[in-house]
């Protein structure tokens, strides 16, 4: 099964679980209780049927619509169990919308390519990265032409890595679009604050006690991307593993550790500059 199937179908479990959570509330309670209108209760129905849209809308590409009706059902929500499943469809649906060719209104423009341009300029004067680019216009290689239009998202990405969950947190402006298992530094080594990334490396070389570590190797411990921080004389960073079993754990010697695929990705929309929040 390939990723976008995949995505489609959790993302089609998910809607019928949170559907199934309102059925099962509303068979539970079916007359209306003395602190109840009638109103609510139609509310409800009209919530069950949103979900089932909302899964319409994400199998037509229409995210911008299922964002607006998911956030319409997280106001009707009614345990703490319905917004987490609730907020982690929204998460999904965020997640796909910054990725499509959808426009958002305030964030996205559509930039027509000039001559002389190339992808590295574009990008520098976006704030974003190559690799951003090609995947939001579906592009295989890094040849533009003049009066080729690319859809171009103009929000900041932003990192928090919360050390007490071992997760970080991939946010688009306010927007939360994934959460990633990650490691953390052994007796409490992971530095707290607030940095901002300062070097991006593709499939890095690893020194340790004066001997070069190619990539590839599997002392080398760096993975296949290295994300340097403002800290530590870029000593400290965000890089990807050779030991994907020890995700999740605090056993590093400072840096953020994530798997390669997960820092592959976070690779491709951070670029020199994102900040990155390190709390407790």
């Known amino acids: ?8 179908l959790f993302s089609s479990i998910l809607v019928f679980t949170i559907i199934g959570i309102f059925i099962f509330h509303k068979v539970k309670n079916p007359n209306p209780s003395s602190n109840v209108s009638a109103q609510e209760h139609v509310n409800k129905s ?11 809308k994400m199998a037509q590409g229409d995210y911008s619509t299922a964002k607006t009706m998911c956030n319409q059902v ?13 907020e982690e469809l929204l998460r999904d ?3 796909k919308l910054v990725l499509s060719n959808e426009p958002i209104e305030g964030k996205t423009v559509m930039y027509e390519v000039a001559p002389g341009d190339s992808l590295y300029k ?9 690799d951003f680019i090609k995947r939001c216009n579906n592009m295989t290689n890094d040849i533009i032409r003049p009066g080729q239009k690319l859809r171009i998202y103009t929000g900041k990405f932003s990192v928090v890595v919360d050390k007490s969950q071992n997760i970080l947190m991939l946010y688009a402006d306010d927007d939360l679009i994934k959460v990633y298992k990650v490691s953390t530094g052994k007796n409490n080594s992971t530095p707290v604050g607030e940095f901002e990334v300062t070097t991006k490396l593709k499939n890095p070389v690893f020194f340790y006690n004066g001997k ?5 190797d599997p002392e080398n411990i760096l993975g296949s991307r290295w994300i340097g921080l403002s800290y530590g004389n870029g000593s400290y960073g965000i890089h990807g593993t050779t030991s994907p079993e020890t995700i999740g754990t605090q056993e590093t010697n400072g840096c953020v550790r994530m798997k390669n695929e997960d820092v592959e990705e976070l690779y491709m929309f951070i670029p020199k ?3 990155i929040k390190i709390v407790e």
């Open 1 to 8: 099964m390939n990723k976008r199937l995949y995505t489609l």
């Open 46 to 56: 009209d919530v069950e049927e949103m979900l089932a849209q909302i899964q319409e």
């Open 74 to 86: 997280l106001e009707n929500a009614e345990s703490q169990d319905e917004i987490e499943l609730v």
């Open 93 to 95: 649906i965020n997640f």
């Open 122 to 130: 574009i990008a520098k004067q976006f704030g974003v990265t190559v």
């Open 212 to 216: 070069r570590i190619g990539p590839g």
């Open 273 to 275: 500059g994102t900040k």
